[in-house]
């Protein structure tokens, strides 16, 4: 027998405001990037390109890579941070890390290259690869959540 189940929404977590501003941000950042760079702000890109040096191609993905460190801790300034709980084993981080790492190099890139980026050019490469990372995310939680434990 199938147990129903009730979506509730947390209303005091619930944050339509900041998460809109926060995605006018992203957006904007993306965009400018793009403009200025004529590159995509695709994050497994940018890091993978810093493995493979390349002339005149590493201060800026460093620099990039160091933004997204120390914007944290620059906001932590301004705001408190919330607490970060992880409820999964070293073992498992472990596995999804490498998985994921797997998956944005089949893919030709990760959610921020594609999701983000690729959809608002209109990339039916990204369409793609944004439905199947969103698909293997709802597979993956309901194995996890309702199947196995």
């Known amino acids: 027998m199938l147990h129903e189940k009730t979506i509730m929404i947390d ?3 619930f944050t339509p405001w ?3 501003a926060g995605g006018l941000l992203i ?3 993306t965009a400018i990037f793009l403009l200025f760079n004529g ?3 695709g994050i497994s890109g940018i890091v993978g390109g810093l493995f493979k040096l390349t002339y005149g191609d590493v201060a800026w993905r460093v620099a990039f890579v160091l933004g997204l460190l120390i914007a944290p801790l620059v906001y932590g300034l301004v705001v408190p941070l919330p607490l970060v709980q992880i409820d999964a084993d070293t073992v498992s ?3 999804a890390g490498l998985l994921v790492g797997i998956g944005t190099r089949y893919g030709s890139g990760c ?3 594609h999701g983000v980026c690729g959809l608002s050019r209109f990339s039916p490469r990204s369409l793609v690869a944004t439905v199947s990372f969103i698909m293997a995310g ?3 939680v309901y194995i996890v959540r ?4």
């Open 146 to 149: 309702h199947l196995i434990g």
């Open 27 to 29: 957006g904007s950042a």
């Open 39 to 41: 590159k995509v702000a």
């Open 93 to 95: 981080l472990i596995v």
């Open 111 to 113: 959610t921020s290259g």
């Open 18 to 20: 900041p998460s809109f």
């Open 138 to 140: 709802f597979i993956t």
């Open 11 to 13: 209303w005091t977590n």
